[in-house]
């Protein structure tokens, strides 16, 4: 069954600290993997998008890692600012369609002063 | 503003009435989407067009639920008989229609739909 799992449900951190957010995924035949932020009452944003031969890729302060053998993926955020309170969404894209995005459940991340 | 831009934001109404949504992609996108999302949960996609073919349609989508997009730019989502599970917050996105895939699909705010 296609599925993408992400831990933790959700994060508190303190402004200025760094975290990282999992996705383990058995999404087949796969094609690549992305990284949305969704701020509340938002759509998601794009962050970045993984294929199989990238294993790391950074926008910014957000910095993705891609194990396509383990199946698993990173999100890591340095430095963290108020702005990245939000949840980000793991989802993995199925080999030959655009559409077939298998979406995670989203990790809720909380920034506090 | 040239994104994916939804409307309305916000749709509240009865249980049994008809609602309609409107999205319009960003212009030079040829791919259009269409998704669900309840609190808590990632987006449920619910169907899928090129220009103006619609080229999938998610099991999730009841015969209630329809969708178009007549001349290959703006869509509509219509739902009829409206029921107390259809509240849900409503994704428009788009891409552009490039080999391969790997092209991230844009989102607008969606459309909050509450049912009384």
């Known amino acids: 069954k296609n599925q993408v799992e992400q831990s933790p449900q959700s994060l508190i951190i303190l402004e200025g600290k760094n975290c990282t957010l999992q996705c383990n995924y058995t999404v087949s035949p796969f094609s690549n993997l992305r990284w949305y932020k969704q701020d509340t009452g938002r759509g998601p944003v794009s962050l970045t998008i993984m294929t199989f031969s990238e294993n790391t890729k950074s926008n910014g302060r957000y910095t993705a890692t891609l194990d396509a053998d383990t199946k698993q993926s990173s999100l890591h955020i340095t430095a963290s600012q108020l702005s990245d309170s939000a949840s980000y969404i793991c989802?993995?894209?199925?080999?030959?369609?655009?559409?077939?995005?298998?979406w995670g459940a989203g990790t809720k991340l909380i920034i506090k002063p | 503003d040239t994104g994916v831009s939804q409307d309305p934001r916000h749709k509240i109404t009865k249980r049994g009435q008809n609602v309609t949504f409107r999205c319009d992609p960003i212009s030079e996108h040829n791919r259009l989407y269409w998704y669900r999302q309840t609190l808590g949960q990632g987006p449920e996609f619910l169907t899928y067009f090129q220009n103006e073919a619609q080229l999938e349609k998610s099991r999730l989508l009841s015969d209630r639920f329809s969708a178009e997009r007549p001349k290959g730019s703006f869509s509509t989502l219509e739902i009829q008989r409206t029921e107390q599970g259809d509240s849900a917050m409503y994704l428009c996105?788009?891409?552009?229609?490039?080999?391969?895939?790997?092209?991230?699909?844009?989102f607008g705010d969606g459309t909050r739909l509450s049912i009384l």
């Open positions: 989802v993995v894209s199925k080999e030959g369609s655009n559409y077939q995005l298998i």
């Open positions: 996105a788009s891409s552009p229609g490039t080999p391969g895939g790997n092209q991230p699909q844009h």
